[in-house]
């Protein structure tokens, strides 16, 4: 088995074990424990407690709890947030890049690529969950709970690129794909299950023609999907 097979077998793997982890631990769950709950516009810190049929929001101040069951007959108009701040780690796939220009005598325009990717994630993310009631067609008022995160931080994985004279320079004759090590700067955004965001990267060249491939270390712009591991 050749070292750029294996890298891929790994990504593979990674984002398997990621996709298990995001049904489990998922951060659009409101989960049980501290938030910093924000109350029409009053915040207080509290500690949520999820029930069988009910959450239960402690103000820990005051000491008083206030039950939210899933069903009510009646409006409740109070729309409540709980904001929770916390250490993200995601595996994050390249979904395009954006190359810029290359200004040399032949000049390379910007390119589009697409090749298969993974890196590691670290970043701050901050959670909103906000609750409200909605109306159904029987009367009723069930609980809703909708999501936002947003995240910065820095990535760091492997990737593919496909080596050809032209992005070489003329170094190379034959075309072969590269493996390259990306880096940089990523920025996240959450809406109940989707996940997406933005990035600004650098690559590098794991092979003996680094030095003529005229990507090397030249910024570029990215779509990326993320996957939560914590």
């Not at 206030?66 to 009646?74: A, G, Q």
């Not at 995160?149 to 994985?157: A, M, R």
Request: aromatic content about 10%.
């Amino acid at each position: 088995m050749n070292l750029k097979n294996l890298i891929i077998i790994i990504q593979i793997a990674l984002l398997f074990s990621s996709c298990v982890t995001l049904q489990n631990n998922a951060k659009y769950d409101l989960a049980e424990g501290m938030y910093q709950l924000k109350i029409d516009n009053k915040k207080f810190n509290g500690y949520i407690e999820n029930n069988a049929d009910s959450i239960k929001i402690t103000n820990l101040s005051s000491k008083i709890s206030t039950n939210l069951p899933e069903r009510i007959n009646i409006f409740f108009p109070v729309k409540q947030r709980f904001i929770k701040p916390s250490l993200d780690i995601d595996i994050l796939t390249t979904l395009l890049k954006i190359r810029p220009q290359v200004k040399q005598v032949i000049p390379i325009p910007t390119q589009l690529n697409t090749a298969f990717n993974g890196n590691l994630y670290i970043g701050h993310r901050t959670d909103v969950y906000q609750i409200s009631y909605q109306k159904n067609p029987l009367g009723n008022y069930k609980r809703k709970i909708n999501h936002f995160g947003f995240s910065g931080g820095i990535f760091v994985g492997l990737g593919n690129t496909i080596m050809t004279s032209t992005t070489t320079n003329n170094a190379i004759t034959t075309e072969y794909d590269g493996i390259i090590l990306q880096k940089g700067i990523a920025g996240i955004i959450a809406v109940n299950k989707l996940t997406i965001g933005v990035s600004l990267g650098l690559d590098n060249l794991l092979d003996v023609n680094q030095d003529s491939w005229i990507y090397q270390n030249k910024p570029w712009y990215g779509l990326i999907l993320g996957l939560n591991l914590n």
